[in-house]
């Protein structure tokens, strides 16, 4: 079991920057792939970035070159780096656990965070 707990939203305006955090509770941390989700009001959600237990990394394009994922397994943490804000970007995001499955490569989440809303002004 894993308990997922982000931080770090907030209000910022078109072009700034944010930090996002996520801390991990129970056990295994290291072997799960960790990633963000977005969801906006309206629309479903979506897969924004992830991050492998060997540190390989996967972006969705609309923010690729512009967000970065990363993870400290000796504290159970990972983060996204989101810079060159887009009001576009406005969502709840959302932390993810879980492991990339099949041929396909399919992301299966096994555990989702509580989600922290990140709002973009123009």
């Known amino acids: 079991q894993v308990q997922l707990v982000e931080s770090g939203g907030g209000l910022v305006q078109a072009g700034g920057s944010l930090r996002l955090s996520c801390a991990a509770s129970?056990?295994?941390?290291?072997?799960?792939?960790m990633g963000w989700f977005r969801q906006a009001p309206g629309k479903e959600r979506e897969f924004v970035a992830r991050?492998?237990?060997?540190?390989?990394?996967d972006y969705s394009d609309s923010v690729k070159g512009r967000f970065t994922i990363s993870r400290d397994n000796a504290k159970n943490m990972v983060y996204l780096e989101m810079n060159s804000l887009k009001p576009d970007d406005t969502a709840v995001y959302y932390c993810?656990?879980?492991?990339?499955?099949?041929?396909?490569?399919?992301?299966?989440?096994?555990?989702w965070g509580q989600g922290t809303q990140v709002t973009v002004s123009s």
């Open positions: 991050m492998t237990r060997n540190y390989a990394t």
């Open positions: 993810a656990a879980g492991q990339v499955v099949g041929i396909s490569g399919r992301y299966r989440i096994d555990y």
């Open positions: 129970g056990s295994a941390f290291s072997a799960y792939v």
